[in-house]
């Protein structure tokens, strides 16, 4: 049984740092693009960042892009979302994701093979 657990999400203030962890299980870690997304209150579930099984390629939202950093730790099995200098407009449920298959759909939550159940981040003004 495939399992993503996320873990790290909290109440911080505008401006400061949180990591986001995802450590799986039931899978071959090492065979998944791995994936950040995340959830606000009455919105829909949009792409935050992204990171390639083969090659560490990234990507990233463009909302986040230059203040979150993702990276993989295949002995570990475990993904991490760095987020710096984060402002209340981060508030939201962070999923983690796992696709196995095409890397150039990675940004589309459709296209995600397994999702963690989240974690919620709030930033305070």
């Known amino acids: 049984q495939v399992q993503l657990v996320e873990s790290g999400g909290g109440l911080v203030q505008a401006g400061d740092s949180l990591r986001l962890s995802c450590a799986a299980s039931g899978l071959t870690f090492s065979n998944y693009h791995m994936g950040w997304f995340r959830q606000a209150p009455g919105k829909e579930r949009e792409f935050v960042a992204a990171i390639n099984r083969d090659n560490g390629n990234t990507v990233y939202a463009d909302s986040v892009k230059g203040r979150f950093t993702i990276h993989r730790e295949n002995a570990k099995n475990t993904v991490y979302l760095q987020m710096n200098s984060v402002k209340p407009e981060d508030t939201a449920v962070y999923y983690c994701?796992?696709?196995?298959?095409?890397?150039?759909?990675?940004?589309?939550?459709?296209?995600?093979?397994?999702w963690g159940k989240g974690t919620l981040v709030t930033v305070s003004s």
């Open positions: 994701a796992a696709e196995w298959g095409s890397w150039f759909r990675i940004t589309a939550a459709g296209n995600m093979d397994y």
